[in-house]
């Protein structure tokens, strides 16, 4: 499956610069930018990662830090948040 995570080793690893900087070339392709809505509390609660620009991972130096439930639940939220919209766009 595709991945909606951006991958740093460290908590300061340009998570927000990752995803923004991927954008423009969905948009150019006519791609809709859908962010995670600050509804979610879990982006309050992360300790590690996660954004209203998107679902990020701090993996470690080793990349051996596996995602975390507060991290997977942003990104079901983010899922559920796409699909909502896709349904409204399909109907």
Do not use: Y
């Not at 300061?12 to 006519?30: D, R, S, Y």
């Not at 998107?54 to 993996?59: D, T």
């Amino acid at each position: 499956g595709r991945r909606c995570v951006s991958i740093t080793a460290s908590l300061h690893g340009a998570q927000e610069v990752t995803i923004l900087t991927i954008w423009p070339p969905m948009v150019h392709l006519g791609m809709i930018i859908v962010g995670v809505p600050d509804s979610v509390e879990e982006l309050l609660q992360t300790e590690s990662s996660g954004t209203p620009d998107g679902p990020s991972h701090l993996a470690g130096q080793n990349a051996d830090r596996p995602v975390d439930e507060t991290e997977a639940i942003i990104c079901r939220r983010l899922g559920e948040r796409i699909a909502r919209i896709a349904a409204k766009l399909s109907g």
